[in-house]
């Protein structure tokens, strides 16, 4: 029997490589695609469910319906569009879901897809940073294995197989330091989106890659490893490796350290998720270690990179502060990128924004879906306000 499977954010860089891989892999013939999303790349959106010969289409955006109709003419794949139609889509029941909507975004078709059982595949980090007790929750009621995409995390989780939690002394999460790993404060306050875009190693989507400049991005994942893993914020390291060849590192009680090893290419970490709990042949360059003759640490720092700081408060402070710091962080970016705030401003405004509402939100104990969904949209306000005052101060 063909393994259903749904796709949301296919369009996407981590998108794109899972269709690649699912392609690779036997395509239509071995997998049943059920859904295949997207939001303002319809011609790709289209061809791909053409390719995989997907049940459904859907984009986020409700304007370009009729755009996404044209393009699977002839198709019989079902077009849909707007929130509503992607959250039925990630109804659907499917064996395997890879979440890769970027942002905050792709929380609630994460919350719906892991009502199916199977595997959730989870590349949108910013699940687990907004609600992640109320995914985990969710996988455990549902029976549903929880993967994590994120080289990082899938570098722990490959450490973590058979290993007792007890024996797990501390994590070792290595971040290739971005573009600006060696840039003086002066220069950083000037850099611009191309230039904070251009991630040395990585090639991901605008957002990640701005954001592993800022090193929010490592910041987010310094939360994620916490909450997947249940380690203590103090026995999280983050250790800067600029070739990005050991993607983590975890250490146990006896000293030894298991490191997982592997080429900069997404494929195998999205691989990994998708052929769980086997090993399958993956279309990924082997290393060459004797051509790569070196590979280099540095401690991080947490004086040109406050994000990193921020994480280890929002952990401390718990309840909702992952929401608060996550649609802060999104509307920063956004700020960004719309030429409104300079690249330090975003560390400053996010972290405006936690001294406005993190109070508030680590008080919250009990909570759902919305409330974290109006705590994001709360954030993202409080944001604006900052930026509009700034330019006109
Ligand atoms: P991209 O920006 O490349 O792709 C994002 C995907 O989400 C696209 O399919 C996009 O559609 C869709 N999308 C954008 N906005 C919305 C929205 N509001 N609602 C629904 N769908 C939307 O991102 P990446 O692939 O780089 O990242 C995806 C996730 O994976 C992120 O959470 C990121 O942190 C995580 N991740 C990514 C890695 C990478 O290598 N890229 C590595 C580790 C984690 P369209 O393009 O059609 O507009
Ligand atoms: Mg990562």
Redesign the pocket.
Known sequence: MRRKVSI????????R?TVSLLEAQGGPEAYEVVAL??????A??ADQARRLRARIAV??DAGRLEDLRRALEGSGIEAAAGTPA?LDAASEPVDWVMS????A??LA?GMRAVRNGGVLAL????SLVCAGDLLQAACKAHGTALLP???EHSAIFQALRGEAPEAVERIVLTASGGPFRDWDPAEMARATPAQARAHPN???????SI?SATMF?KA?EVIEAHVLFGVASASIEVLVHPQSIIHSMVGFRDGSIIAQIGPSD?RG?IGFALNWPERRGLPVERLDFAALARLDFAAADQARFPALRLAREVIAAGGLTGAVFNGAKEAALDAFLAGRIGFLDMARLVEHVLGELATDAAATESYGLDDVLTLDSEARARAGAWVVSRSSC
Not at 8 to 15: E, I, L, M, N, Q
Not at 37 to 42: D, L, T, V
Not at 202 to 208: L, P, S, T
């Open positions: 949301f954010g296919a369009t996407g860089s981590v998108g490589n999303s997207g939001a303002s790349n319809i790709l959106l984009t986020s992607l890769a909507i970027v942002g975004a792709g078709p590349a949108n980090k910013e995409v994120d080289s990585w090639d991901m989507g605008e957002r990640i954001d991005n987010l997404m970490a």
